[in-house]
Nanobody
Framework: QVQLVESGGGLVQAGDSLRLSCAASGGTFSNYAIGWFRQAPGKERDFVAA????????YYSDSVKGRFPISRDNAKNTVYLQMNSLKPEDTAVYYCAAATRRSTWSPTRSYQYNYWGQGTQVTVSS
């Protein structure tokens, strides 16, 4: 069983940057793909970005592509989401999630993820 803990959220102004971290414990980290999702008040949880088991493949939603690079450090059991050029519409609770290695994987589908963190709040003021 994998435990995930997000950190790095906060209150920033539009145009600022934040780096979110997702630290994993309790499993073999390289056996899990990691995704980031976000949920704004009154809205559904949406896919943001994901990285494959080895870090060789990355995936992004159209809304963050080019602004939020995702990376992983398997030696530190941590995935990072660098959030640049933040906009007020990026305001949400951000969750990281782990998906067990499998032959087929749809990174944008939340049901494909087995474990979830508790979330970290990101608020972007205009």
């Amino acid at each position: 069983q994998v435990q995930l803990v997000e950190s790095g959220g906060g209150l920033v102004q539009a145009g600022d940057s934040l780096r979110l971290s997702c630290a994993a414990s309790g499993g073999t980290f390289s056996n899990y793909a990691i995704g980031w999702f976000r949920q704004a008040p009154g809205k559904e949880r949406d896919f943001v970005a994901a990285v494959s088991w080895t870090g060789g493949s990355t995936y992004y939603s159209d809304s963050v592509k080019g602004r939020f690079p995702i990376s992983r450090d398997n030696a530190k059991n941590t995935v990072y989401l660098q959030m640049n050029s933040l906009k007020p519409e990026d305001t949400a609770v951000y969750y990281c999630a782990a998906a067990t290695r499998r032959s087929t994987w749809s990174p944008t589908r939340s049901y494909q993820y087995n474990y979830w963190g508790q979330g970290t709040q990101v608020t972007v003021s205009s």
